[in-house]
């Protein structure tokens, strides 16, 4: 009886011995798991951005992770962030406050873009005789070279139309309404590229809605009459309500422009038959006369070539 007990008893140590080693077994499984994990080599960057109407965020990922990559969040612009960044690139696209890098004048104003929530520019608002215009509260760099893309959507029909400036007298700059454009005898101005939706005859337009790179006058003022036209472009879908990108490049070496719209060139080799100063400011300006049209900016980045 003795004998059986102490049996029974060793059994009993054996069994609780082998449970004990199991555990450590295991334990000893998972240590060597977590040292078995290595960070990764050679891992490729790749940079992730959302679309250039509405305020872009950018990430960056390595490409393993990209797998699961989730949908960048937006951000609205803070007056945290400075508007001019180093060479003279500007974009308010990202994180910046609209008021803060821009001169608003007449019937601009930021409004909310209802598509996304992010903070874009109306230049004129569905009204009649209603002229608006902003420009950069800095100068930047144009003698050089440069390139500027920017995100427009005018309201179908209606007139006048909105324009591209280029002008070194000053960020208050506004002129008239209606077919004017609101930059028609513009002193100090460099270019204009316009986006006329109205054919006023006694400015010489074409008899269509079009796009034209206007040089100054002899007196160095910009005007929206068609005489001081370096080239233009028949477009009808200016005015379709629909978002669309701009890309406007100045090659300084042969001193040409060219214009982009959606990826798609309309303007090439377009000559500029004299110099640019080093330094302007850019902006837009836009218009309505006795008819209404909504002028809207809803992303722009100005970079400047620099020696």
Request: proline share 3%; charged share 25%.
């Amino acid at each position: 009886m003795i004998g059986e007990k102490r049996k029974r008893i060793e059994l009993i140590n054996l069994q609780e011995v082998l449970k004990g080693r199991k555990r450590n077994v295991n334990k000893e499984k998972v240590t060597v798991k977590k040292t078995k994990s290595k960070p990764i080599k050679n891992s490729k960057s790749a940079i992730i951005t959302t679309k250039f109407s509405c305020v872009p965020t950018t990430a960056i990922t390595t490409k393993s992770q990209s797998k699961n990559l989730k949908a960048p969040t937006k951000t609205k612009p803070t007056i945290e962030n400075e508007f001019i960044k180093e060479n003279d690139d500007i974009d308010y696209s990202e994180n910046y406050n609209l008021e803060k890098g821009y001169k608003l004048n007449g019937s601009a104003q930021i409004v909310t873009n209802k598509e996304c929530g992010d903070m874009i520019i109306q230049l004129t608002p569905s009204l009649q005789g209603q002229v608006g215009s902003i420009w950069s509260r800095k100068k930047v760099t144009i003698d050089n070279g440069f390139q500027c893309e920017f995100t427009f959507n005018v309201s179908r029909r209606g007139a006048d139309g909105f324009a591209f400036i280029l002008q070194t007298n000053g960020i208050n700059e506004i002129k008239q309404i209606g077919g004017e454009l609101g930059y028609n005898q513009m002193a100090n101005g460099v270019i204009a590229i316009e986006f006329d939706t109205f054919h006023n005859r006694e400015m010489g337009d074409p008899y269509y809605n079009h796009i034209s790179i206007q040089r100054p006058t002899p007196n160095q003022s910009l005007s929206t009459n068609h005489q001081y036209s370096l080239g233009s472009y028949h477009s009808n879908s200016i005015n379709n309500g629909v978002d669309q990108r701009v890309k406007i490049i100045y090659n300084s070496e042969n001193k040409e422009i060219e214009i982009l719209i959606d990826g798609t060139i309309i303007l090439k080799g377009i000559k500029i038959p004299y110099t640019f100063p080093k330094y302007a400011y850019f902006g837009f300006t836009a218009s309505t006369g006795k008819q209404k049209q909504i002028h809207q900016i809803k992303g722009c980045r100005f970079n400047s070539v620099l020696n």
